[in-house]
């Protein structure tokens, strides 16, 4: 539902707005858990590969560190790649709260307009 500054808000066009931001929020909880437990996978995951590459490597310190970030590198992008989809979905949460908080403070004003 989109409201224009010229159309009067009703208290059930208010309140039926919050009901779907408060069911899409639901779905961006459950998105960001999936979110948060692959890019915990995906950390874990370059982690333990880095190390192993790290130990496998001959060299100084420099040079086994450097073999040891090419050899992962396709676990490194997707290790940034989860970290950004969590932080989108993270926004997407916190952009979704806003919203709710900014009805929910429309919907109070217009209980007080009705009341009086």
Known sequence: ??????????????????????????SVTHKLAVRAREAAEADSA???GHAKAFLLADGSVAVREAEAAVLCEELYRQKRATEALL??????????RAQLDALRSIAANLRALVAS
């Open 87 to 96: 932080l989108s979905a993270t926004e997407a949460g916190r952009n979704t």
């Open 46 to 48: 370059y982690k333990a």
């Open 1 to 26: 539902m989109t409201f224009t500054p010229a159309e009067p808000l009703s208290q059930h066009a208010v309140e039926s707005e919050i009901m779907r931001l408060s069911a899409l929020a639901e």
